[in-house]
């Protein structure tokens, strides 16, 4: 009888009732909605930004990251390989050679990254392939080099050009040697543009004399959420004689900003929480003061304080928290919709986005924790809002309560 | 002093005394009041407004706290008891009826009256059974799923009445119950609460302004600024139905 008393309350006052319930729907809903498209966005941004140089993960010789020599680099390890391959989260592993050598024309020179790859493999992690503006991508014993647009056009050269690299190799060798440029690639960030170059890599451990050896694997993964998750786990068969590091650490600015905008996104739900807030709150005022001479009897009669208010608590958390729900079973079809068919921006952020080398659209995420999490937000709402009905039955004087 | 231990005794106050602070001086809402009342009483409480019948209903019922004296209901000294002991002890102890929306509205009247036995933890048969035993003796049989809205003032008392009894307490304290009824009405509900103090010798203690309320009782306590003025017990012919 107290659930079907409570559950006639909720409905006693009709109209308030529901205000205060679509008052919560429109909140949840819209935050589910803010949630799931910056969740999507930002996911969509790591996805991008990961797939630019660095891959989700990477694994190196222990004590690279901190002196990236080649001297830090680490033997071919098949047993690593397969390892890292074995996880169930690990897409593609990708084993790369890289330093920093002078890259040399006829009449300039320039500091560039020269980056040994795999010309398989590696467009699994950074779709290397699909960034040639000129020339072709390289084959797999080919002798040529790629690239980057911005530090050919440095050099003043093009493709089928020659190509000098200066620098120091395994242990302190020099290493000097020449490559025709098979293609110029295009990376949308004009750091990357303007400082790269990539040799197959037989031809970058011979001109390094660094037979077999690589100074990181890079593994692409089914989702870049999954980084830290793959991280920890490999880390921990790995210990000792490697390093293990998600893309936060190999780009903590870029970390540093998605913090921001998450944070950004919390101060807007928090004042939009604080407005429905205000918005129980009156429900709970009101409530109070018309059932003041009702609360009088019942304690009169018998009834006690704690039973009264944990009947009065249920009847504001179950307004609140039904209200979420219908908010979350509304948003599903909505996020739903556009889960599948994202926005797509245009005009000028488009070309921004291009600009950047982002895919111009709107991503939204369906992870459950944006769902229920608001429900969870609610419920937290409506029991601290329900210190105050609490506070008051607990005080109650019938005779007081009844002289109104 | 021992009066009140004597069995048949139901309420017993003595001393007691209320005095408000409140205004500009203060008032001495129940002025020393010994009062003794036994088993199957149905006794009113009159006297002008103001003169403190509420208050000393109030004080008997263990809604307010007296600042002077004691009451005991049976041999139990209210005043030893906590406050939700005190809830507890009104639940099983003692009925109320007050002067108007006695009713919880979203409640029938069937559910008004079994929620008390709810509180007491009665069993769903015995609740069952007693509702509509109350339901028979206040006449209301066809009524049980109306909602007190639903319901005329004169019903919703006499459903107060039932939910009053349906914690088969020592006594029913009812604070003006007839004040907002037509005549008829008001006879009505008197009517049922005389047959229950004769048949089922439920003890009653009223105030009223009411005429008719005291010419059906068989005590009249009068009461002036507080104090008991009178006192009388009247012949048993007076309360006989008509
Ligand atoms: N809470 C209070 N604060 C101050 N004074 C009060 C309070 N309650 C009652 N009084 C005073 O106590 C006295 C007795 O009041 P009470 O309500 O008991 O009278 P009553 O006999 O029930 O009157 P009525 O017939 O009008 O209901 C009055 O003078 C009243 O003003
Ligand atoms: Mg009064």
């Known amino acids: ?404 | 002093m021992d009066s009140h231990n004597h069995e048949n005794c139901v309420i017993h106050t003595e001393d007691l005394t209320k005095i408000y602070d409140g205004g500009a001086f203060p008032v001495r809402a129940v002025n020393d009041v010994h009062l003794h009342i036994e088993k199957g009483e149905f006794t009113t409480l009159v006297g002008p407004s103001g003169s403190g019948k509420t208050t000393l209903l109030n004080l008997i019922g263990g809604l307010d706290q007296p600042t002077q004296g004691k009451v005991w209901v049976k041999d139990v000294d209210i005043s030893t008891l906590s406050k939700s002991q005190l809830i507890d002890f009104r639940l099983h102890n003692i009925g109320f009826v007050f002067q108007a929306y006695n009713l919880i509205p979203v409640l029938t009247a069937r559910e008004n009256i079994e929620f008390v036995m709810l509180l007491q933890k009665r069993s769903k048969a015995e609740r069952k059974k007693r509702v509509f035993q109350l339901l028979r003796e206040i006449g209301m049989e066809d009524k049980i799923n109306h909602r007190p809205a639903q319901l005329s003032g004169g019903q919703q008392q006499r459903v107060a009445v039932a939910r009053a009894l349906a914690s088969k307490p020592q006594f029913v304290l009812a604070d003006e119950p007839t004040a907002n009824l037509d005549s008829k009405t008001a006879k009505n509900l008197l009517d049922t609460m005389v047959k229950l103090n004769e048949e089922e010798h439920i003890t009653f203690i009223f105030s009223t302004h009411d005429q008719r309320v005291m010419d059906r009782a068989r005590r009249v306590i009068t009461l002036v600024d507080g104090a008991i003025a009178s006192d009388e017990l009247k012949e048993e012919q007076h309360i006989i139905i008509g």
């Open chain 1, 1 to 404: 009888m107290f659930l079907r008393l409570a559950w006639r309350n909720i409905w006693r006052n009709k109209r308030r009732t529901i205000i205060t319930m679509a008052s919560v729907v429109f909140a949840v809903l819209l935050a589910i909605l803010l949630n799931s498209i910056k969740e999507g966005v930002l996911y969509k941004l790591q996805e991008n930004v990961v797939t630019f140089y660095t891959g989700a993960v990477q694994i190196h010789q222990n004590g690279y990251w901190e002196d990236q020599r080649l001297d830090n680099s680490f033997a071919q390890s098949d047993s690593l390989f397969e390892l890292a391959k074995a996880h169930p989260d690990v897409n593609a592993v990708v084993p790369r050679l890289e330093t920093f050598v002078l890259a040399a024309s006829e009449k300039h020179t320039r500091g560039c990254m020269v980056v040994g790859i795999d010309p398989q493999t590696e467009p699994l992690v950074t779709s290397l392939d699909q960034k040639i503006v000129q020339g072709s991508y390289l084959e797999n014993n080919d002798q040529g080099i790629l690239l980057s647009e911005g530090l050919a056009e440095y050099l003043k050269l093009g493709v089928n050009d020659t190509v000098v690299l200066l620098g120091q190799g395994y242990h302190g060798v020099s290493a000097t040697g020449k490559y025709a440029i098979r293609g110029l690639i295009k990376f949308a960030s004009p750091e990357l543009n303007k400082r790269m170059a990539y040799l197959p890599m037989h031809s970058a451990q011979n001109l390094f004399g660094a037979e077999n050896r690589f100074t990181a694997l890079v593994l692409d993964l089914t989702s870049v959420v999954k980084a830290e998750k793959v991280e920890e786990e490999l880390a921990l068969t790995l210990e000792g004689q490697y390093e293990v590091m998600n893309w936060k650490t190999l780009l903590p600015e870029l970390n540093q900003v998605l913090e921001g905008e998450r944070a950004e996104n919390v101060i807007f739900l928090m004042v939009l929480y604080l407005l429905i807030s205000f918005g129980i709150f009156g429900t709970i005022l009101m409530m109070i003061v018309e059932r003041q001479y009702e609360f009088g009897i019942l304690v009169a009669i018998g009834m006690r304080k704690l039973k009264l208010s944990r009947m009065v608590i249920f009847e504001n958390v179950m307004i609140s928290v039904i209200g979420a729900i219908i908010g979350t079973v509304l948003s599903v079809p909505v996020v739903g919709y556009f889960y599948r068919y994202p926005i797509r921006i245009t005009g000028k952020l488009e070309e921004a986005y291009r600009n950047f080398g982002f895919e111009p659209i709107f991503y939204f995420s369906i992870e459950p924790r944006i769902f229920y999490s608001q429900t969870i937000v609610v419920l937290s709402i409506a029991l601290i809002l329900s210190i105050y009905p609490l506070i008051k039955i607990m005080n109650i004087k019938p005779v007081e309560s009844m002289r109104q």
